[in-house]
């Protein structure tokens, strides 16, 4: 039996879990409680490959994000498996890219694809490993026996039944409410979006019917953000007749939404879930961190809080989120782009004030990190060391400052901020100039390769 690889595909937004999911710290890094969806996903991994068998597809954005949350499971992850979209191409180009890079390595390996964003019951692994055979010469999606007639998912048809699974009659849309209670009458099944295949099943399919994705990965001239953005399923799986489905009888949640994560979360005697106080409240969905949430007759509704943004929605429209996210974006809001708390693959910071004139942050820096060498043309700069000891370049000098010591950085002077200790380093920053956005940073060095 050829060697399983495992592709992770962990490049959404999740848009439909704002605001606690943003797109620089989107839902599938999110660590609620224990590990991220992304580490549950990688520990799925690892149960049908070896770690050098595991490749992840993420925004370039997201890269640091994901190393730091594989090395927190005890892993490490090369630069060749690391697969880093300079622009999200939808989930055929990123598979495509996958495969072609696995090939490298093995051209016959059997490739299982996991989004990093579900919550599935590990006897799932069980019964994705027995469809392995079958993907030998067919593409294999992984359907879920409906538990409700959802509107929120894809459907898929079953059609003559062959080994552990069933030839695809057809792919459907996500549907109305009647049609899905159709669907669901008739035995359709919920598109998981989990595939297995062999890589040389996969190329054959993607050389006939997506010839020009093929050939741009043929070519060593390959500009990725050109290829177009489509789904595997609207790209191949809709065209081949080659595809077969098998249903997994594990529990499977796609988290994509604040009503999706209610249904898998631990409830109270009110059907409540989360820390509130109330008085006739029921069914109600509550992240509001630690400040005291009251609730006064309110069913059926989900209240969630962050430190910069509220969202207030019927738990039946949480699919619309998504739609009110867009609609901030094209005002141009940064509220969907970042939290507070923003992560550097050198540590964090937070904002903690901000108006005309001045900025005020709170950095927290990493042992060993150190932030880039960069200059600034329209803010100066004051640092106060609160915790730890900071290394601070400045104009060509050294400084070692200790808690309470502080240091002045003008406008126009290159500069640079290590942890070179053994504890975190926490720094108070207060910024003042006429324009305070992150991209007036001019860089000449970087340890992480950065722009």
Same mark, same amino acid.
């Given at each position: 039996m050829s060697a399983v690889f495992s592709v992770i595909l962990a490049g959404?937004?999740?848009?439909?879990?704002?605001?606690?999911?943003?797109?620089?710290?989107?839902?599938?890094?999110?660590?609620?409680?224990g590990h991220s969806l992304f580490q549950e996903t990688?520990?799925?991994a690892l149960r049908l490959s070896d770690p050098d068998h595991i490749f992840i597809v993420t925004n370039e954005i997201h890269q640091f994000l *994901?190393?730091?949350?594989?090395?927190? +499971?005890?892993?490490?992850?090369? #630069? /060749?498996?690391?697969?880093?979209?300079?622009? %999200?191409?939808?989930?055929?180009?990123?598979?495509?890219?996958?495969?072609?890079?696995?090939?490298?390595?093995s051209p016959d390996a059997t490739v299982? *694809?996991?989004?990093?964003?579900?919550? +599935?019951?590990?006897?799932?692994? #069980? /019964?994705?490993?027995?469809?392995?055979?079958? %993907?030998?010469e067919n593409l294999v999606t992984f359907g879920i026996r409906p538990a409700t007639p959802h509107t929120g998912y894809g459907y898929i048809a079953p059609g003559e039944k062959i080994g552990p699974g069933f030839r695809v009659k057809q792919f459907k849309e996500k549907p109305d409410q009647k049609t899905a209670e159709t669907y669901v009458s008739n035995g359709y099944l919920w598109n998981s979006g989990m595939f297995l295949f062999s890589a040389r099943v996969f190329q054959d399919e993607l050389k006939q019917y997506q010839p020009e994705i093929f050939e741009a990965f043929v070519s060593p001239d390959l500009v990725?953000?050109?290829?177009?953005?489509?789904s595997i399923d609207y790209g191949l799986l809709e065209y081949s007749s080659r595809v077969v489905t098998v249903p997994l009888s594990a529990h499977w949640t796609d988290l994509g939404t604040f009503a999706a994560w209610y249904d898998v979360s631990p409830k109270d005697e009110h059907e409540n879930v989360g820390s509130y106080q109330g008085?006739?409240?029921?069914?109600?969905?509550?992240?509001?961190?630690?400040?005291?949430?009251?609730?006064?007759?309110?069913?059926d509704t989900i209240v969630v809080d962050t430190d910069d943004a509220l969202l207030v929605c019927r738990r039946d429209m949480a699919e619309q989120v998504g739609d009110l996210v867009k609609g901030l974006k094209k005002q141009g809001n940064p509220i969907t782009e970042f939290h507070r708390t923003v992560f550097r693959p050198w540590g964090s910071y937070t904002e903690l004030e901000e108006t005309v004139g001045y900025k005020i942050k709170r950095l927290n820096v990493n042992p060993g990190k150190r932030l880039s060498m960069q200059r600034h043309h329209h803010r100066s700069e004051h640092w106060v060391i609160v915790h730890g000891s900071a290394d601070v370049q400045l104009d060509g000098t050294h400084q070692f400052l200790r808690p309470g010591e502080s240091t002045y950085v003008p406008a126009g002077v290159m500069h640079r901020l290590a942890n070179t200790g053994k504890i975190p380093l926490e720094v108070i920053e207060v910024q003042i100039g006429e324009y305070l956005e992150e991209d007036d940073i001019e860089r000449t060095e970087d340890d992480f390769k950065r722009v």
């Amino acid at each position: 039996m050829s060697a399983v690889f495992s592709v992770i595909l962990a490049g959404g937004v999740g848009t439909r879990l704002w605001p606690l999911s943003r797109t620089q710290y989107p839902k599938q890094f999110l660590q609620v409680q224990g590990h991220s969806l992304f580490q549950e996903t990688y520990l799925r991994a690892l149960r049908l490959s070896d770690p050098d068998h595991i490749f992840i597809v993420t925004n370039e954005i997201h890269q640091f994000l *994901v190393r730091d949350q594989v090395a927190e +499971l005890g892993f490490s992850i090369t #630069d /060749e498996r690391l697969l880093r979209e300079t622009e %999200g191409r939808n989930t055929l180009p990123a598979i495509a890219w996958s495969v072609r890079e696995i090939q490298k390595e093995s051209p016959d390996a059997t490739v299982v *694809v996991f989004p990093s964003d579900h919550k +599935l019951d590990e006897k799932a692994i #069980d /019964e994705i490993r027995a469809a392995i055979e079958l %993907g030998e010469e067919n593409l294999v999606t992984f359907g879920i026996r409906p538990a409700t007639p959802h509107t929120g998912y894809g459907y898929i048809a079953p059609g003559e039944k062959i080994g552990p699974g069933f030839r695809v009659k057809q792919f459907k849309e996500k549907p109305d409410q009647k049609t899905a209670e159709t669907y669901v009458s008739n035995g359709y099944l919920w598109n998981s979006g989990m595939f297995l295949f062999s890589a040389r099943v996969f190329q054959d399919e993607l050389k006939q019917y997506q010839p020009e994705i093929f050939e741009a990965f043929v070519s060593p001239d390959l500009v990725y953000q050109d290829l177009p953005s489509i789904s595997i399923d609207y790209g191949l799986l809709e065209y081949s007749s080659r595809v077969v489905t098998v249903p997994l009888s594990a529990h499977w949640t796609d988290l994509g939404t604040f009503a999706a994560w209610y249904d898998v979360s631990p409830k109270d005697e009110h059907e409540n879930v989360g820390s509130y106080q109330g008085m006739g409240s029921s069914g109600n969905f509550i992240s509001t961190g630690d400040r005291v949430t009251a609730l006064i007759g309110i069913k059926d509704t989900i209240v969630v809080d962050t430190d910069d943004a509220l969202l207030v929605c019927r738990r039946d429209m949480a699919e619309q989120v998504g739609d009110l996210v867009k609609g901030l974006k094209k005002q141009g809001n940064p509220i969907t782009e970042f939290h507070r708390t923003v992560f550097r693959p050198w540590g964090s910071y937070t904002e903690l004030e901000e108006t005309v004139g001045y900025k005020i942050k709170r950095l927290n820096v990493n042992p060993g990190k150190r932030l880039s060498m960069q200059r600034h043309h329209h803010r100066s700069e004051h640092w106060v060391i609160v915790h730890g000891s900071a290394d601070v370049q400045l104009d060509g000098t050294h400084q070692f400052l200790r808690p309470g010591e502080s240091t002045y950085v003008p406008a126009g002077v290159m500069h640079r901020l290590a942890n070179t200790g053994k504890i975190p380093l926490e720094v108070i920053e207060v910024q003042i100039g006429e324009y305070l956005e992150e991209d007036d940073i001019e860089r000449t060095e970087d340890d992480f390769k950065r722009v």
